[in-house]
């Protein structure tokens, strides 16, 4: 039977192309019946004030850096979104006194502008936002060297080379409307991925590379990050693939609430709860990495539900 037509872009792959068993049953799920999807290799926390909900996802980062030795350094991948973790790590550092010399960190993504990733001068640069909200911020008696830091610009090789040279405990990141991690987002709907999207193998062997976004996610970063103003967001950015995310420990997904909407925090739960994956839903992939929790903030939770506004 052919895969529907998409309702958000015809021309590209993304989760109204799924069965509508899958989407109902989704939007079925009750708060409780997510905390229930927990499973070996998947993991689902629940976390009752904003306070507590961040603090764990800065603890994170302190946890896997606190393990690096000068014979085995480690690092942490993180994201933009959400940042409000990223100066409560550098508080956490300072007040510990945790010296990051044996500490990496990966940066998620980069944006692209005519073919060449943006300078961290440019207002939207990821690379720019993780050193102000947080490695600019931690004494330099502690800070990680700069050779240290590793951003998807330049040579992608180099950096997707990185994960193999430095053990990765933790990606860390959110989950976006159109059901990514990073910018791992569907693909467009032509060539031989006109009929069917490409297969979980086929998706998985995508490394460090520079995509084109798909329309939902172009118009949410407009939202998050730039007041709506959609000229202002490039449409194509280099990303963490899942290349290098099967090779991190642990993948730890965090819903505060306000980069997905209720729906989705449930969907990509369900599938990878019950090992559906699906291209045109990247983050249900992950329903086959060894180790991923998904955190939500219960106040963000929300229902799926008619509400007229």
């Known amino acids: 039977m052919a895969r529907a037509i998409s309702k958000l872009a015809p021309d590209w792959w993304d989760y109204t192309t799924l069965d509508a068993e899958i989407l109902n049953d989704a939007a079925k799920l009750s708060a409780k019946d997510l905390e229930q999807l927990s499973r070996p290799g998947f993991t689902v926390n629940f976390f009752d004030t904003v306070e507590e ?18 014979d085995n350094p480690v690092g942490v991948c993180g994201p933009i979104g959400p940042t409000e973790q990223l100066p409560l790590v550098a508080r956490m550092v300072n007040a510990m006194e945790l010296n990051l ?7 998620m993504d980069e944006w692209v502008e005519n073919g060449e990733t943006v300078s961290p001068e440019h207002p939207l640069s990821f690379a720019k936002c993780d ?3 947080c490695f600019d ?17 330049g040579d992608l090789g180099a950096y997707t080379k990185s994960y193999d040279d430095v053990k ?6 959110g989950q976006g409307e159109i059901k990514h991690w990073a910018f791992n987002d569907p693909v467009k709907r032509d060539g031989i991925y006109k009929d069917v999207p490409p297969t979980p193998e086929e ?7 520079i995509v084109e976004l798909h329309p939902v996610t172009i118009i949410q970063n407009a939202r998050t990050s730039g007041g709506g103003n959609v000229s202002m967001v490039p449409t194509t950015a280099a990303t963490v693939g899942p290349v290098e995310t099967w090779k991190s420990e642990k993948v730890s997904i965090w819903h505060p609430g306000h980069h997905d909407n209720p729906f989705g925090m449930r969907l990509s739960a369900l599938m990878i709860s019950k ?26 939770i929300g229902e799926v539900a008619v509400e007229m506004h």
């Not at 010399?101 to 940066?107: E, R």
Request: proline share 7%; charged share 25%.
């Open 131 to 133: 050193k102000e909200q």
């Open 275 to 300: 090992q559906i994956p699906d291209a045109s839903v990247p983050m249900s992939l992950l329903a086959d990495h060894p180790n991923v929790c998904f955190n939500y903030l219960r106040s963000g």
């Open 101 to 107: 010399k044996d500490a990496h960190f990966w940066g």
């Open 137 to 153: 911020r931690i004494d330099v008696a502690f800070k990680m060297p700069e050779e240290n830091m590793h951003f998807p610009v």
């Open 203 to 209: 998706y998985r062997r995508k490394a460090a590379r």
């Open 168 to 173: 990765c405990l933790l990606m860390q990141g």
């Open 53 to 70: 909900f961040y603090a764990a996802e800065a603890l994170e980062y302190i946890i896997a850096w606190r393990q690096g030795t000068p």
